[in-house]
Structure formats: C-alpha cells, structure tokens
C-alpha cells in the first residue's frame, strides 16, 4: 500500500532515550501539523488485544518464553496495531510516529535470539500489510552506557522482562542494529548519536524529521 500519510519509527537498544525523543519530537511537530499520532510497541494506542499481547511478553515474572513464540506474538500485536490504528491514520493522510516496529523484531528476535532476520521479517511482512515506514530513526548507545541509564532511571522508567537480559544479549542487539545501520541501501534508516545529552540529540533528530516531514506536505 501506498502511504497517503507519514510514518516514521523510532528504534534503538535498551536505554537510548526513544521514548523520551519521541515525545519531544511528537511535541515539536504538533505545533504546525495538528494531524499527528504517537503510538508504541508492543500493543499501541487504545488497542486492547495488542496491548494484552504486550503485557505477556513484557511481563517481569520469571518464565521462559520460547523465542519463536516470542516472535510470533511480537508479529501478532503488530498485526493488529497495523489493522486498527496505523493503517487508517495513513490512509486519512496523518503523521503516524511510533516507538519501535518491525526493525526491532528483526534486531531482537532475528539477531540476538537468532531466528535469522530474514525468518522474522517473513513472518512480519505477513502481518503489516506492506506497511513499511518512511522513515527509521534508530537512536544508537552502547550497551553499557544504556545499561547505565536504565539502571540510574529505575525508579521514574518501566524496567521489562527484555530489559533484564544478560549484558551479551544487549551486545547483540547493539549489533544487529549496528548491521541494519551498514546494509541500508534505500536511505530510509538514519543512525542518531544517543551518547550526547538530550538536547542535542533531540536537535539531531528533529532535523531529519522535520525535514521530511515538511517536504512531504508541501506536495
């Protein structure tokens, strides 16, 4: 399908300040664009089926979820997020901006539980409908240093079940990341330093957004 909106995603390791750029961007743009939406996965805005998807795999209790069942309901909450929330936004023309999508499952799942990235992309391209974003903001830290910040925000940040993992599954992640970042040929992923205080990475990505964003609607 081809998207009449914009839809930019947001992606990152363990403790890069997604959540917190992306709201400042949503902030930032809903000054002169009104027709714009913030969403997240796993589960999304208003959506009771992907968000109770999301409460099993993000759950902190100690069980073992088998990775390909891992990945499968990871491309089921997507599935329907897609179908009830980005899908209609697009096609009535909005700014869809979401906190993480389907690069995280081929990070996650493909790289770092070793499913292979071209398994978890197809049993995702089944379930997005070729919705693919416009743009990929992947905001990269190293594992350590995002461990860091994790561990120093505890107390206001919601720690998760992927949060918990061995510091060689954030290695892996960092690295996957790392490997979508080098092969890109289609110039629609852009790598952010999230090293750099807030403000400056907030002003690195709004540049890229902003920029898309008001070519877009200037068409």
């Known amino acids: 399908m081809k998207n009449n909106g914009l839809f930019i995603t947001f992606e990152g390791p363990d403790g890069s300040g997604k959540s917190t750029i992306i709201n400042m961007v949503y902030e930032c743009i809903h000054k002169k ?3 714009i939406y913030l969403t ?9 089926i992907a968000e109770d998807i999301r409460n099993i795999l993000l759950n902190k209790l100690d069980y073992q979820i088998d990775s390909r069942a891992e990945a ?5 909450s997507r599935a329907q997020h897609v179908k009830d929330f980005i899908k209609p936004h697009l096609l ?11 690069h995280s499952s081929l990070v996650y799942q493909g790289c770092a539980r070793g499913l292979g990235i071209k398994e978890v992309w197809d049993i995702n ?8 974003p416009n743009l990929t903001i992947i905001l990269m830290i190293k594992p350590e240093d995002g461990i860091k910040r994790i561990l120093s925000n505890s107390l206001t940040r919601e720690v998760n079940r992927l949060d918990k993992e061995k510091m060689s599954m954030h290695q892996l992640v960092y690295e ?6 080098d092969e890109n040929r289609n110039k629609t992923i852009v790598e952010i330093d999230a090293s750099k205080p807030v403000q400056e990475v907030f002003n690195d990505t709004i540049k ?3 920029t898309l964003v008001d070519k ?4």
Request: with cysteine; aromatic share 12%; proline share 2%.
């Open 72 to 76: 499968l309901l990871f491309a089921a």
């Open 216 to 219: 877009h609607y200037a068409q």
């Open 40 to 48: 997240r996965e796993p589960g999304g805005k208003n959506n009771v």
């Open 208 to 210: 890229v957004v902003q």
């Open 125 to 132: 391209l089944f379930g997005i409908d070729n919705i693919l």
């Open 33 to 35: 664009y009104k027709n």
């Open 92 to 102: 009535n023309n909005d700014i869809v901006l979401c906190d993480r999508y389907v």
């Open 176 to 181: 996957g990341y790392r490997k979508l970042i």
